[in-house]
């Protein structure tokens, strides 16, 4: 306390403190703020850091799931001391439409696209999954469904009490099976039908004269009460006819390609074939039309045309006649998309 007072009582009143220095001042905000930016940019990259690890972690482990799940869709090894052969998915099998071919015209499939494999591997296993959840198995092969619609009609029919009234003998899938093979096995004439007269005849009562009157007068009574079914299953049936083996076991049906060729020309470029139809309502004489245009071009695609029928002519008349009056069509818009198409085919090839 002595020293205090001492150096107190030693000090100049009259001599005024010393000013800080501005430099120095400066010098020690400079030095404060960049060791707190040095702090803020160390702190920032440590946390940048540690949210990359986090993030290749992630993915590192999302790709050795991937690799460990992962199956081979296309090759499936069988032991060699087994001559059980693996089964084949309807799904994933080349006979379905839902499988992706790559065609050439005039020839069959000749490929298959590789890549759409492992999604078709996908619904086979989504497939699994579905039966496994809800105990109900899907219908996988298409060509037994239009099978099942064309059964249906016919149980439908039976169903019917004016069916009652044509007095058949057994059910009508029987019985017009039975008139489709009478048909099938009988076509018209289409070549030379105008040499003479009596050819002529035969062609304009074709059906009449290979039926008989009695199932011509069933038929008409079945297609004026059924013309709401009419499109849906002339559609199966043609369907149908590219996987005969499914008309053979479910319909003991045997159609020869060249008797659809035949009904074809008949329908196309017969006279009796056009007064036939002309006799019907529009909606199935440009429904029977469209199909007869369709099985020719299949045919030239084969390459056995055997007739060399031009289908412009007919291709024109079928696209003015469904825009024109084709509204009630259920299909329109299928159809003239197919026409159009073939259109612009026949139109190049001059």
Known sequence: MVRFYCIVAMKDPHDPDKPRSRVKTWKKSTL?????LISIVISSFFLFMRFKHSEIIHAFGENIITTSTKQDPIVSKVPENTSKT????????SQSPFFDHTTIPGGDDVSIKS?????????VQNQSTIEKTTGQALITDPYQQLVDDLNAFYSHLDKQPYMQDFHLKEPSKNHFSKLLQVLIDNPPAITRETDDYFTLLKNTAHFYRVLGKDNIFILKGILDREKASF???LKS???LTDHPEYLKKEFSLTIPKDSLYDYAGFFLNTIGGRLYLFRRDSA???T?????VLIIDKANRRGDSRLGIDLRPAINSL?????NGGNHLKFKDDYLDTLYDLKEKYDNRG
């Open 32 to 36: 404060f703020f960049m060791i707190a």
């Open 86 to 93: 693996p089964e084949t998915h309807p799904i994933i099998s």
């Open 115 to 123: 890549e759409r494999q492992p999604q078709n591997l996908t619904l």
């Open 231 to 233: 499109e849906r299953i």
């Open 237 to 239: 049936f043609y369907a």
């Open 284 to 286: 199935s004489r440009m």
């Open 288 to 292: 029977v039309s469209y199909y007869a």
């Open 319 to 323: 696209i003015e006649e469904i825009e």
